[in-house]
């Protein structure tokens, strides 16, 4: 038999040989039940009592769903208005407008505590879970000992199971009722295991920090998150602003800061073209659907506001939500009679043509992250065309030019 006939078999008995492992019963368990075993010696390291270790561990198994999820990834980018349509519902806003009403008195006295706006924490509450309508439905320690367990964020989720031991074995909820998101968000304000060690809040006084099931213990925990994370009571998040023709794009995105006295003079408006306000006060100017889009000046508590969620559409519509149950209007400026969704394929395209010019976008994964952002604004000024570092079907049309 010649030498490369046998290499070939030889590789093929070793595929099909892993192939078997893997799929022999047992095979994966064993695996995870010794992994188990030495998280089960850590967290007897740090304190954490035989009681709650055998209520959490035992018995325990991956989830496959849980690595399903994790590994999916969406098709499509989602757009600024239907990120916003999706989120600012109508039937938000009212149901927002009465829970402000109903929970008026201890929403106040968490205002007073913390210095956190009760529309703010009611727009975080509505965001979250529809105010507390939907939690989850994962055991939060079988999804956290899944991905621990998994190698690709190993370390992180392994430091969040830990931290949900903890959590247990402190008394302030049992395992079997710690329900959360697939990646182990849990309660009402869905913090993770970590966030909730850090920030979560005895608000109702009895001994237990549930963010589950008590209210003031989630508006308090929420509050606290946002005051130690540098929220300002006395400020709002930003406002839709207008700007002047020819506007120097480069003055857009978080990187830039001016006083708003500062914007007044290059010709920022609010959106009605009244002036802005005569306080001194920073704020960034963003444009989350390019420069056809609206426009808005942000200030400090949408920056804090980025600690709870790092995504630039998701503080818009926490902000948003808060103005409309505070009874303001919707955005003014007229939107797109269409809006044309990016594909993931077409954003790994986008940054592969990118590269090949020249540009660095980072790495080809589909994702519109600020590497990618800047290299699209670069490549936008030597093309001549409006430097608003947003991805598009004509941007990527004009890309593929040679």
Request: aromatic content about 8%.
């Amino acid at each position: 038999m010649p030498q490369t006939c046998k290499k070939n078999i030889l590789i093929l008995a070793i595929i099909m040989t892993t192939l078997f492992t893997l799929a022999r019963p047992g095979a994966c368990s064993e695996d995870f039940a010794n992994w188990l075993e030495g998280l089960r010696q850590e967290a007897r390291a740090q304190g954490i009592s035989e009681t709650t270790l055998h209520a959490a561990l035992d018995d325990l198994q991956p989830i496959p769903r849980v690595i399903e999820l994790d590994r999916r990834q969406p098709e499509f980018t989602q757009t600024f208005w239907r990120y916003l349509d999706a989120r600012v519902t109508e039937g938000r806003i009212v149901r927002g407008r009465m829970l402000l009403e109903l929970h008026a008195e201890l929403l106040g006295s968490i205002e007073k505590q913390y210095g956190v706006q009760p529309r703010f924490l009611v727009a975080f509450w509505g965001l979250e879970t529809n105010f507390g309508d939907y939690l989850g439905s994962f055991r939060v320690i079988g999804a956290l000992a899944t991905l621990a367990h998994d190698p690709r964020r190993s370390d992180f989720f392994r430091s969040q199971l830990l931290a949900a031991l903890s959590i247990i074995d402190n008394g302030h909820i049992t395992a079997n009722e710690m329900f959360g998101s697939w990646a182990g968000a849990m309660g009402q304000p869905q913090f993770m295991p970590s966030t909730f060690v850090r920030f979560a809040v005895d608000g109702d006084g009895d001994g237990r920090r549930d963010i589950w099931y008590s209210l003031p213990d989630v508006f308090a925990s929420a509050a606290n998150f946002l005051s130690e994370s540098g929220w300002q009571g006395d400020k709002t998040w930003g406002r839709e602003v207008k700007l002047p023709p020819g506007f120097d794009l480069e003055l857009t995105g978080r990187e830039v800061e001016k006083n708003l006295a500062a914007w007044q003079i290059l010709g920022v408006r609010k959106i009605n073209g009244g002036n802005l306000p005569k306080v001194n006060m920073k704020a960034s100017l963003i444009l989350p659907a390019g420069h056809s889009g609206p426009a808005f000046l942000v200030y400090d508590n949408f920056r804090t506001t980025l600690q709870w969620n790092r995504s630039d559409l998701y503080a818009i519509a926490i902000g948003h939500l808060a103005d409309r149950i505070a009874g303001k209007g919707p955005l003014e400026t007229v939107r797109p009679a269409s809006e044309q969704r990016l594909s993931r394929s077409q954003i790994e395209n986008i940054q592969e043509l990118l590269t090949a010019r020249g540009f660095d976008p980072g790495a080809v994964d589909g994702v519109i992250g600020s590497q990618t952002r800047r290299a699209i604004k670069e490549f936008q000024r030597t093309a001549k065309l409006p430097a608003d570092g947003h991805p598009s079907p004509e941007l990527l049309e004009v890309l593929g030019k040679k």
